[in-house]
């Protein structure tokens, strides 16, 4: 089963170190920065980044899995933990992050 088919479960484990490399491939443009799991997207302008983070923000409460968002004028950057893995990466933030490409490649004008 791809992440884009797997939803979020409460309580998701810290994963281990190989098996957040295994999984990082199947998330294009996010990488791990400072424990997190991190992707910028960029937008040709605030009103197309608002849509962006809106999108995002009716899917995380779907998934009940709620990232940290910076968001300014043309880019919105994304990062993931889990909190109740101890702030550890799981299975959660990875399905996300698919969920989170998805939305940005269906974006007008994409
Ligand atoms: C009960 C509910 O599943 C939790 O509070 C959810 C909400 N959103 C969450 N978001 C993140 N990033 N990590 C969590 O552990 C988490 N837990």
């Known amino acids: ?11 998701a484990p810290a994963l281990g170190q190989s098996a957040i490399d295994a999984a990082l491939p199947d998330v294009p443009g996010w990488s791990i920065e400072d424990g997190y799991l991190r992707r910028n997207f960029a937008f040709r302008d605030y ?23 910076s968001v300014t004028y043309k880019n919105c950057v994304v990062s993931y933990h889990t909190h109740s893995a101890g702030g550890a990466l799981s299975q959660n933030d990875f399905i996300c992050a698919a969920k989170a490409n998805a939305i940005y490649a269906l974006r007008a004008g994409a």
Request: proline share 3%; glycine share 2%; with cysteine.
């Open 1 to 11: 089963m791809t992440l884009l088919d797997q939803h979020c479960i409460e309580g």
């Open 47 to 69: 009103h197309e980044t608002i849509k962006f983070v809106n999108s995002l923000a009716e899917m995380v409460h779907q998934q009940d899995h709620h990232p940290l968002l």
